[in-house]
């Protein structure tokens, strides 16, 4: 059984020939690959600082966003298609619990999957009266790699267990009480302020290691969405705080509606041999008919981006 507590700033981004981009190198020797990479270290990661809002009560829970949300994102390699996101929130019981289950999916498109398949699932259980992860669950397939871990955090003990039921491995990470994966980071933080000028850092739990991430936000941009129209959204960077594409001559600049709601609506990454975006094409849900609002909705103004 391996301990760790050392916290990383060096979370490694490369762009393989395959039109894949490798989202970290793990200690157990493997490179994790796929379209997560869009998902989980562009959009969630950066997602989790955005929210300046806390919106109306679900029960005895302030929730910043409705449960049975369900955000669909198109993932885009250059001109080429290349798969599907998910996000989604739900309620379930467990050992007597009502708890929040949090989930992101993504996958290849046909094509792309008979040269590079992905299917990844992570899954976050959290407590809703402190948003804290129980348990963080993902399954990855992507192309010949396999990955299956189970992290469950034991706050009293200041420790997380991750268990890999691939290798057969147990790791116990050192945590303080604020630590959260990040998918449970990403809703956690989108009751938090952020804005235009501010910057923000922290720690989160990445695979079986804890990383420290920085964000910054930029401007306001108008940004035309796909069935909803010209949006306000701000404009975030995430920093070098980790190295790979963000200090190798990339950027990634990810949007955010300006609403109660605060969306991410898209995500591009610039690198020097192509391009990556993360446009969303679906709200489904609580809420859905009436998003976007007339507050954010700009039909008239001039378009900074789009799809």
């Avoid at 705080?241 to 600049?253: A, D, P």
Wanted: net charge positive; with cysteine.
């Amino acid at each position: 059984m391996a301990h760790s507590s050392r916290i990383r700033t060096d979370i490694d981004l490369a762009i393989p020939s395959t039109l894949i981009l490798n989202a970290s190198r793990t200690k157990r020797g493997g490179s994790v690959y796929g379209i997560r990479t869009a998902l989980l270290l562009a959009v969630i990661m950066a997602l989790c600082f955005l929210i300046k809002y806390a919106t109306a009560e679900d029960g005895d829970l302030k929730l910043c966003f409705p449960i049975g949300e369900t955000l669909t994102y198109k993932l885009k390699w250059g001109l080429l298609t290349v798969g599907e996101a998910e996000l989604t929130s739900k309620w379930i019981e467990r050992d007597g619990r009502r708890l929040i289950a949090l989930s992101a999916k993504a996958m290849t498109g046909n094509i792309i999957a008979k040269i590079y398949p992905v299917e990844d699932h992570i899954e976050s259980i959290v407590d809703p009266e402190d948003f804290r992860p129980i348990v963080y669950t993902q399954r990855l397939r992507e192309g010949n790699h396999v990955r299956h871990d189970v992290t469950r955090f034991e706050y009293d003990k200041e420790r997380a267990i991750c268990v890999s039921h691939i290798d057969q491995t147990t790791k116990i990470i050192r945590i303080n009480n604020n630590i959260r994966d990040v998918l449970s980071l990403l809703y956690y933080m989108r009751s938090k302020s952020f804005g235009a000028g501010q910057r923000v850092e922290f720690q989160v739990l990445v695979d079986d290691e804890i990383f420290e991430l920085a964000v910054e936000g930029i401007d306001y941009d108008i940004i035309k969405v796909y069935n909803a129209g010209k949006i306000k959204c701000l404009r975030v960077r995430p920093h070098a705080k980790f190295g790979g594409i963000f200090s190798r001559g990339g950027t990634v600049q990810i949007w955010f509606s300006d609403d109660r709601r605060r969306i991410c609506t898209a995500m591009k990454g610039k690198v020097p041999m192509a391009h990556m975006r993360a446009s969303l094409r679906n709200v489904s849900g609580p809420g859905a008919n009436t998003w976007p609002g007339p507050e954010i909705r700009f039909d008239n103004a001039e378009v900074n981006s789009d799809d």
